[in-house]
């Protein structure tokens, strides 16, 4: 997102970030809620700093990571789309600070501010393919392959802001929730993937260039899909 403006060019970061009637500018400290499942679906979201999950629960109390998500990402956009509830749970990963946007606002700037409705199209057409990304990845990858890609998702390899290869602070539950796994057989490629110089895993995790290689080269698998 990040560009040098022209004059007269539309100005993306001081859009999204200035202060305005319907607009609240808000920090949130790792682990605090910022919406949750059910909730009225009454403001859309975005991310100037941190990492969000998503995260969904089924009636019989089962849950799933749907989404981890970073800076200039959008969240809670539904609620555009006739969303009237809330059909995930928004928790801060890390400390973040998020602009949160009235859908009455968002509404009125997209059909005024020629900007700013060619910027969320452009996210939403990167979302519907990265949703459609994760199904074949559900459906025909390994869940070392999975956890791979999901790795270096978190990491932000193949983005235009370029890679943060050292991951905020995330739990292999949370690994194991995203990629439809257990805990165990998350810690067990970890380790793997740190024995082969992929990741440096202590504390934090490092995420070389070399799990991208693997990732690229690697056939895909339909076996391996013990859970």
Same mark, same amino acid.
Request: aromatic residues 8%.
């Given at each position: 997102?990040?560009?040098?403006?022209?004059?007269?060019?539309?100005?993306?970061?001081?859009?999204?970030?200035?202060?305005?009637?319907?607009?609240?500018?808000?920090?949130?400290?790792? *682990?605090?809620?910022?919406? !949750?499942?059910?909730?009225?679906?009454?403001?859309?979201?975005?991310?100037?700093?941190?990492?969000?999950?998503?995260?969904?629960?089924?009636?019989?109390?089962?849950?799933?990571?749907?989404?981890?998500?970073?800076?200039?990402? &959008? =969240?809670?956009? /539904?609620? $555009?789309?006739?969303?009237?509830?809330?059909?995930? %749970?928004?928790?801060?990963?890390?400390?973040?600070?998020? $602009?949160?946007?009235?859908? +009455?606002?968002?509404?009125?700037?997209?059909? %005024?501010?020629?900007? =700013? !409705?060619? &910027?969320?199209?452009?996210?939403? @057409?990167?979302?519907?393919?990265?949703?459609? +990304?994760?199904?074949?990845?559900?459906?025909?990858?390994?869940?070392?392959?999975? @956890? +791979? #890609?999901?790795?270096?998702?978190? +990491? *932000? &390899? /193949?983005?235009? !802001?370029?890679?943060?290869?050292?991951?905020?602070?995330?739990?292999?539950?949370?690994?194991?929730?995203?990629? /439809?796994? %257990?805990?165990? #057989?998350?810690?067990? &490629?970890? *380790?793997? =993937?740190?024995?082969?110089? =992929?990741?440096?895993?202590?504390?934090?995790?490092?995420?070389? #260039? !070399? @799990?991208?290689?693997?990732?690229?080269?690697?056939?895909?698998?339909?076996?391996? #899909?013990?859970?």
């Amino acid at each position: 997102m990040k560009q040098t403006k022209k004059k007269g060019e539309f100005d993306l970061n001081t859009f999204l970030t200035k202060k305005a009637e319907g607009r609240a500018l808000g920090k949130y400290a790792a *682990n605090r809620t910022i919406y !949750s499942q059910g909730d009225l679906a009454v403001s859309v979201f975005y991310i100037i700093k941190g990492k969000v999950k998503l995260r969904v629960t089924s009636e019989e109390g089962r849950e799933a990571v749907v989404a981890i998500l970073g800076s200039d990402d &959008f =969240f809670g956009e /539904g609620c $555009m789309d006739r969303e009237a509830l809330r059909l995930s %749970t928004a928790t801060a990963l890390t400390d973040c600070t998020i $602009m949160k946007i009235s859908k +009455a606002e968002f509404s009125r700037e997209i059909q %005024t501010e020629k900007g =700013f !409705s060619e &910027f969320f199209i452009s996210h939403l @057409l990167i979302r519907s393919g990265q949703i459609q +990304a994760d199904l074949v990845d559900q459906l025909f990858n390994s869940s070392e392959r999975r @956890l +791979a #890609r999901t790795l270096l998702l978190l +990491a *932000n &390899f /193949g983005k235009d !802001s370029g890679p943060e290869p050292v991951l905020a602070k995330i739990s292999q539950e949370t690994l194991a929730e995203m990629i /439809g796994t %257990t805990r165990s #057989r998350v810690n067990h &490629f970890m *380790n793997k =993937f740190r024995r082969l110089g =992929f990741i440096d895993y202590n504390g934090h995790i490092e995420v070389h #260039r !070399s @799990l991208l290689n693997m990732v690229l080269h690697e056939k895909p698998e339909i076996k391996d #899909r013990a859970i």
